[in-house]
């Protein structure tokens, strides 16, 4: 929080510190506050005017959409919309992607009836911090993002080491590693055609070991009173190499993508019955796509998603990870090499904060990766 902002909270008597750890002591999260019949925004979920500046993106601007069938196209055409696609979007929709329409059906399921649980039977999973693999809390960053955000989450890290049965909620218990295991296939597949597309091996993304670890967050976000003045999830990219997203048919995602005034315009990500979205965290080739959900403006039903974010072994690995070399050309951003642990921790330090992750790491001299 700024000196200034600190400055006039001091001056109008609010403490927003007191309202945070209030919030969070009360281990009920977002939904703990709808339940006790909130009519208004508390102070520490308000974001500022311009959070809502950028207009809406013209209804001609679309999100791809990736038929991944065996029968849909040849190999050769779906390595090059896939490429396309991750190129100049950076965010796109696949359908016939191989995983379970039941599967993906009851995920949502089981994490609705967790949420909409007792405030009771979900306090023992609440938990600030890493040091548990199943952990429900509002806002990963709530102590040190400007505001706080429409939405609670249950986390939990699937990959490599799954939790035990009974460290899950008996809720999510039959679905949430099989879901992420789910995820991390997809991923591989989607990391395959995106290494076809830039001429290297269909491997050598894969061999990297950038998608061996899987944590799944899953998000609840409950209708909001004054939907206008807050946000389900903050404008942010994501920090993991490859994020698999499933969402249910409320809507209220949205992307940034380029307009014509050069300021960037908000596009709306319709959901697509079946789908399961890709988003990607790039240095240059392709596409990190800036992204942030609405608050809910239902009066009665909560919007859910699942995403299960793809990244190297963050308890074993050690391999540094930078510009694949045989790629580096003029005109586009070069990073050092960085340990998962180094990129994470700063990701985690930072919250969602606007900024990607990767331009902390940024050099000054050009140059082009994956």
């Given at each position: 929080m700024s000196t200034t902002t600190t400055e006039a909270s001091t001056a109008d008597g609010y403490d927003r510190q007191r309202e945070l750890q209030a919030f969070d002591d009360t281990k009920a999260g977002v939904k703990?506050?709808?339940?006790?019949?909130?009519?208004?925004?508390?102070?520490?979920?308000?974001h500022p005017p311009e959070s809502f500046s950028l207009p809406q993106a013209a209804a001609t601007t679309t999100i791809p959409v990736i038929d991944l069938g065996a029968s849909s196209s040849s190999r050769e055409e779906l390595v090059r919309r896939v490429g396309a696609a991750a190129e100049m979007a950076g965010f796109f929709q696949v359908v016939n992607h191989g995983v379970a329409g039941d599967l993906l059906d009851e995920t949502l399921d089981a994490v609705r009836r967790f949420n909409e649980a007792p405030a009771n039977a979900k306090r023992p999973y609440y938990w600030r911090g890493n040091a548990r693999k199943v952990r429900f809390s509002s806002n990963f960053d709530l102590f040190r993002s400007p505001t706080a955000s429409w939405r609670d989450t249950l986390f939990c890290d699937v990959a490599p080491e799954p939790p035990r049965p009974d460290e899950l909620p008996e809720a999510v218990r039959h679905v949430m590693v099989e879901f992420g295991e789910a995820a991390r296939n997809l991923a591989e597949r989607v990391l395959e055609l995106l290494s076809e597309s830039l001429g290297l091996a269909r491997d050598r993304l894969g061999d990297t070991g950038c998608v061996e670890g899987v944590g799944v967050a899953s998000n609840y976000y409950p209708p909001c009173p004054e939907p206008h003045l807050t946000l389900g999830t903050s404008r942010h990219t994501d920090g993991s190499t490859l994020t698999v997203l499933l969402q249910d048919d409320m809507g209220g995602l949205q992307v940034l993508v380029d307009d014509d005034r050069g300021g960037g315009a908000w596009l709306d990500v319709p959901p697509v019955p079946g789908a399961l979205l890709i988003n990607l965290v790039s240095n240059g080739k392709f596409r990190s796509v800036e992204?942030?959900?609405?608050?809910?403006?239902?009066?009665?039903t909560a919007r859910v998603s699942v995403a299960a974010f793809c990244s190297a072994d963050v308890i074993r690995s050690t391999r540094l990870y930078g510009p694949i070399r045989e790629l580096v050309s003029s005109?586009?951003?070069?990073?050092?090499?960085?340990t998962i642990h180094e990129y994470l921790a700063h990701f985690l330090n930072k919250g969602l904060d606007g900024r990607p992750t990767l331009d902390y790491f940024r050099l000054q001299q050009p140059g082009a990766c994956y």
């Open positions: 703990g506050l709808v339940d006790a019949g909130v009519t208004s925004v508390p102070a520490i979920f308000r992204h942030r959900v609405l608050a809910n403006k239902s009066r009665d005109g586009y951003p070069l990073y050092r090499d960085i």
